[in-house]
Structure formats: structure tokens, C-alpha cells
């Protein structure tokens, strides 16, 4: 999971990213990433030694092997979850590319939903809000306007 994890920074710094990050913030990213998988993958090493013995066990298609329900769920809900980040940031470029959307903001395509709130609430949120600011003016706040939700639907 750390490596899959990685690949897709790799691959949105490479191709994804078209916009420069400073040192410092390239360095919180990079902290922040390699803590968090240090600290998933530890948990997922703890839940899988011991869900491996749980049951139900649930077949591995095309295999003879089984693993148990909870680590099944898991696999899949990563999977899920960095295949829809990574499709949604190749959305986002997709829009980027077309000249006629220079200067505007990304509203189309898939987006998740966050899976580490208090970064998100207490980091991204208002790091992005000042960029976007700065960037955008009328155009942000209109859009801020338009949807009062920085993270969840009817809540924040």
C-alpha cells in the first residue's frame, strides 16, 4: 500500500502537477506522506496479523488462497479509494489542458472525500482557500458562495 502510495505522488509530481510548491511546503508534504504511510501501513500490519485468523474467509478469485472478510474490505477500500484520487486528479488536468480553461477553476469530474479531516480542516483547507484567493478573487469568492462547504455537504 506505501508503494501504490507512492507511485501516485510520483506520478502527480511528474505528470499531474502543474503548479510549483515551494521547499517548505514540498518538505510538509513529503513529511506528512511518509509519516501517515508509516503509521497505515503499522496499522495495517497489526490488523492484518490479526484478521488473518478472523473469519469468514472470502476466496481470492483465480486462486485456491482465501483471506479473511476484514482484510478483503480493506484491500478493496484502499484500492478504491487511490484509484479515485488518482482519476480525479487526471480529471482535473484533463480540464487544465483545454486553453479555454485557463485561469479557471476545476468544479467538474470526481472527487473524493477526505480521508484525513483534521489535515484537511486545519492545513489544506485554509492553504488552498489563500491560494485560491489570491489566484482567482471574484471568481473564488463567488464559487465560495456557491458552495459553502469547504469539506462535508451541510456540515463544515
Same mark, same amino acid.
Given at each position: 500500500?506505501?508503494?501504490?502510495?507512492?507511485?501516485?505522488?510520483?506520478?502527480?509530481?511528474? !505528470?499531474?502537477?502543474?503548479?510549483?510548491?515551494?521547499?517548505?511546503?514540498?518538505?510538509?508534504?513529503?513529511?506528512?506522506?511518509?509519516?501517515?504511510?508509516?503509521?497505515?501501513?503499522?496499522?495495517?500490519?497489526?490488523?492484518?496479523?490479526?484478521?488473518?485468523?478472523?473469519?469468514?474467509?472470502?476466496?481470492?478469485?483465480?486462486?485456491?488462497?482465501?483471506?479473511?472478510?476484514?482484510?478483503?474490505?480493506?484491500?478493496?477500500?484502499?484500492?478504491?479509494?487511490?484509484?479515485?484520487?488518482t482519476v480525479s486528479e487526471f480529471q482535473r488536468k484533463q480540464f487544465k489542458d483545454i486553453p479555454a480553461n485557463k485561469g479557471?477553476?476545476?468544479?467538474?469530474?470526481?472527487?473524493?472525500?477526505? /480521508?484525513?479531516? /483534521?489535515?484537511?480542516?486545519?492545513?489544506?483547507?485554509?492553504?488552498? &482557500? &489563500?491560494?485560491? &484567493?489570491?489566484? !482567482? &478573487?471574484?471568481? /473564488?469568492?463567488? !464559487?465560495?458562495k456557491d458552495v459553502p462547504y469547504a469539506l462535508l455537504p451541510g456540515v463544515y
Amino acid at each position: 500500500m506505501a508503494a501504490a502510495s507512492a507511485l501516485k505522488q510520483v506520478i502527480w509530481l511528474i !505528470y499531474l502537477s502543474e503548479e510549483e510548491m515551494p521547499p517548505q511546503t514540498a518538505i510538509g508534504v513529503g513529511i506528512y506522506n511518509s509519516v501517515a504511510n508509516s503509521l497505515m501501513s503499522l496499522a495495517l500490519v497489526t490488523a492484518a496479523s490479526s484478521a488473518v485468523l478472523a473469519t469468514p474467509l472470502v476466496r481470492i478469485p483465480g486462486t485456491t488462497q482465501a483471506v479473511s472478510l476484514l482484510i478483503a474490505l480493506g484491500t478493496a477500500v484502499y484500492a478504491v479509494g487511490i484509484a479515485a484520487e488518482t482519476v480525479s486528479e487526471f480529471q482535473r488536468k484533463q480540464f487544465k489542458d483545454i486553453p479555454a480553461n485557463k485561469g479557471k477553476i476545476c468544479t467538474t469530474g470526481l472527487w473524493v472525500v477526505a /480521508w484525513h479531516a /483534521w489535515v484537511f480542516t486545519m492545513r489544506s483547507i485554509p492553504e488552498v &482557500d &489563500d491560494y485560491m &484567493d489570491g489566484r !482567482y &478573487d471574484e471568481q /473564488w469568492k463567488k !464559487y465560495k458562495k456557491d458552495v459553502p462547504y469547504a469539506l462535508l455537504p451541510g456540515v463544515y
